[in-house]
């Protein structure tokens, strides 16, 4: 705050039935912030930084602020539904790949900033390599498991036009987030 701001402040979020939300996105072309092929990566990592931290998400994917790219951000924290999550510091990843992904399963609660309202109980992978682009350029590999899986799982799903909602076993499994909190 007080910074000139390169964007404008109010950034909107796509919800469900915006076109975008079911697009493939776009490989990041360019690792040098500013470069109008890519809307400016860095502008894009600001935005979507915001946005998270204003909705108190702990992940977000480029295509949820409009940016059909494929851009995602991770920031595992510990939360009610996930006490033992472990605190992991929001990281970048462009053009992620999994790479492995365990054929262990487990369901868990996840919502979405782009699906108000909802919570859906989803079964996901309980480790995943994946392979990634960070911001400085360099190619890395993380191994991660349990909540950062499923919330990389999550947002991956959203650089290949799916959501939560495609992956539940049943209508059963959706439940309104007031519904849930009382649980
Ligand atoms: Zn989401």
Redesign the pocket.
């Known amino acids: 705050m007080g910074e000139t701001s390169m964007y404008n402040a109010k950034v909107e979020v796509a919800e469900l039935g915006n076109p975008i939300l079911r697009a493939q996105a776009k490989k990041v072309l360019s690792f040098v912030g500013g470069e109008a092929e890519d809307e400016g990566l860095a502008c894009i990592v600001a935005q979507m930084r915001e946005v998270m931290q204003e909705r108190n998400g702990v992940?977000?994917?480029a295509p949820?602020i409009g940016i059909s790219q494929q851009v995602l951000i991770i920031a595992s924290r510990p939360n009610e539904r996930y006490p033992e999550a472990p605190f992991i510091e929001p990281v970048v990843m462009i053009n992620p790949i999994i790479d492995v992904e365990s054929s262990q399963t487990e369901k868990g609660w996840?919502?979405?900033?782009?699906?108000p309202g909802i919570r859906g109980y989803v079964s996901r992978a309980v480790q995943v390599s994946v392979n990634f682009v960070d911001v400085n350029g360099a190619s890395q590999r993380w191994d991660l498991e349990g909540f950062p899986a499923r919330i990389f799982l999550?947002?991956y799903?959203?650089l290949i036009g799916l959501?939560?909602l495609d992956r539940i076993d049943s209508v059963a499994d959706l439940i309104s987030e007031n519904e849930l909190a009382k649980r």
Do not use: N, P, R, Y
């Open positions: 992940g977000i994917a949820q996840e919502g979405c900033l782009s699906v999550h947002e799903d959203h959501t939560f």
